[in-house]
């Protein structure tokens, strides 16, 4: 596995070793061991999770308050623009994003660490995306930044404007979200 640093120094995409033929391929998408040799990282993940959506669905930017969440995202059909944005008040990339492609194609991955709120746009005609995460969902401490707040500037590959839930497209600022000490 081949782990490359974001320009948010704990925001990891890995690349798993894909070994193909002319039948397909074969991939270990997660083997503990040997994430946390590749990361330093040796985290407990407790709930998998997936969803399927269709171009230009943008989903998030979510995050927990508490009960917060790290998330090794992986796209299974499809390609999606992941987004990842810096909540923890005392890092230096504090209000900062990053974004990642990340396709069925590359088999790339990427390691969102607890503190960060996530999401993504389809960038493909439909898209799988699963997540493995180390921490329950709880709905109770779910918040969510507006994918479009001007501060963060966040440069989504869109035309025209994304299809949302409403719990999305009403996310708040990040200037007056909840953030993490």
Sequence with gaps: M???????ADVL???????????GHFLESYNRRKFREATGLDVDFVQDNQSFSVRNVLR??????????????????????DV??????RSAAFGKWTAVKLSAATHRMVWVPAGFA?????????????YKVTDYYAP?????ILW???DLAIAW????GPLQNEKDARGVPFASAEHFD
Excluded: W
């Design 13 to 23: 995409v890995l690349e798993p070793k894909v070994f193909g033929d002319a039948r």
């Design 84 to 89: 990842v944005v810096d909540l923890r008040r």
């Design 140 to 144: 109770e401490h779910e918040r969510t």
């Design 157 to 160: 590959p869109l035309d025209t």
């Design 118 to 130: 996530h999401g993504f746009l389809v960038t493909s005609e439909h898209a799988l995306v699963q």
């Design 60 to 81: 998030g930017l979510h995050y927990q308050i508490q009960q917060p969440q790290g998330k090794l995202v992986q796209v299974l059909i499809g390609e999606v623009y």
């Design 2 to 8: 081949q782990v490359t640093r974001t320009d948010i």
């Design 148 to 150: 479009s707040d001007r």
